[in-house]
């Protein structure tokens, strides 16, 4: 090996803008983030699996311990999850007033909006496996009730 391929000294070797500031690197965070972005208006495609709470009660092979056992979990998740976003809430607005840090702030709102979202989901399930359907409507969830065809010729 030539001793000038060794000490090879070019313009990048103390002028390298790009390398600096990752450039690579940023355009693949860009991409994926540009991924991200339209996989998010794009309409979600109906479930391959449609199934009865009573097949995929076969299908996993649950007992009626098991899925009571699910339900206390659900609800425990979704109380635990609801409570941590409650207090990163107020924790959130500690920060704006007696820090005046408005990131800490929104960063805040957005850790409480993560423990709730998660809490609704636990809930639901839990609405789920103690009404045994599948495919629950938000309507549903939100009046506490499972409509049956009887209660709908009555409203």
């Known amino acids: 090996m030539a001793i000038k391929d060794i ?9 390298n803008p790009t390398g600096w500031f990752g450039a690579d690197n ?6 994926g ?4 972005t339209q996989r998010l ?3 979600a495609k109906d479930p391959v699996r449609k199934e009865t709470f009573e097949e995929a009660v076969k299908r996993f092979n ?3 311990e098991d899925i009571i056992q699910k339900q206390e979990n659900y609800l425990l998740f979704a109380y635990i999850l609801g409570i941590c976003g409650i207090f990163s809430f107020g924790f959130s607005f500690y920060l704006l007033f007696f820090h005046s840090t408005f990131a800490g702030f929104l960063l805040g709102l957005a850790t409480a909006a993560i423990f709730f979202s998660q809490a609704f989901r636990f809930h639901f399930w839990f609405f ?4 045994r359907k599948l495919g629950c409507t938000l309507d549903e969830w939100w009046q506490g009730k499972l409509h049956t065809d009887s209660e ?3 409203d």
């Open 7 to 15: 000490f090879k000294v070019s313009r990048k070797t103390f002028f």
């Open 152 to 154: 709908a010729k009555h």
């Open 62 to 64: 649950l007992t009626e």
């Open 41 to 43: 208006f794009v309409p």
């Open 26 to 31: 940023l355009g693949i965070i860009f991409k």
């Open 33 to 36: 983030g540009w991924e991200i």
């Open 128 to 131: 789920e496996t103690k009404h």
